[in-house]
């Protein structure tokens, strides 16, 4: 089977690949399948944005297509960036720059309040109207230095334990990354659907 990934982000890409790919999922990307919609992103949660973003795909390409909607919350903004992670100081504005920012701007707040989490919704929709959705929340704090380069976004910010996001090697980080809990939820419920279709 064929899916299409809704998105323009070669990161994403790659974490998809390598999680779906095992189950003899041929993964490809919008790029890649020459598929070129304009999303308007106007949802309220990550859910719903994760499921624009699949539809209007699947509709373009009348195939398979899955898409995220990821961000991270911070309580001491009382959860921004949330939806608008990407977006976040300007769409065009590097992640370096965002980071430093955003660390500067929590340099008074205390570590019992630099509470932190990734959230990601996948939603992966089917020519026939059929849907999946699941969604992976990943708990950590907000860091007081940019730290680790393998990562990308604001991992090098997000504190799992002692480490940066963009500190731990990639089989570690699919096993504790808010994208990689919402693929395993989304694996499983994939392999049921297939069986009970017979796909």
């Given amino acids: 089977m064929k899916i299409i990934i809704a998105t323009h982000n070669a990161h994403k890409v790659i974490e998809f690949k390598r999680i779906l790919e095992p189950l003899g999922v041929e993964v490809v990307s919008q790029k890649d399948a020459g598929i070129n919609v304009e999303v308007i992103e106007n949802g309220k949660t990550f859910a719903e944005n994760a499921k624009i973003k699949a539809e209007a795909v699947c509709k373009a390409s009348n195939c398979v297509a899955i898409a995220d909607d990821s961000g991270i919350c911070i309580d001491a903004f009382n959860g921004a960036p949330g939806i608008y992670s990407a977006r976040f100081l300007g769409e065009d504005t590097p992640y ?93 419920e994939l392999k049921k659907y297939l069986q009970d279709n017979k796909q």
């Fill in 96 to 188: 370096t720059e965002k980071n430093a920012i955003i660390l500067d701007r929590l340099s008074d707040v205390s570590k019992e309040k630099r509470g932190a989490r990734y959230v990601c919704a996948i939603c992966c929709i089917f020519p026939n109207g059929d849907i999946i959705s699941t969604e992976g929340v990943c708990e950590g704090t907000m860091g007081y230095a940019i730290k680790g380069s393998n990562g990308f976004g604001y991992d090098p910010i997000f504190m799992v334990g002692d480490k940066s996001m963009a500190e731990i090697s990639d089989d570690e980080k699919d096993k504790i990354s808010h994208r990689g809990i919402a693929l395993r939820k989304f694996t499983a």
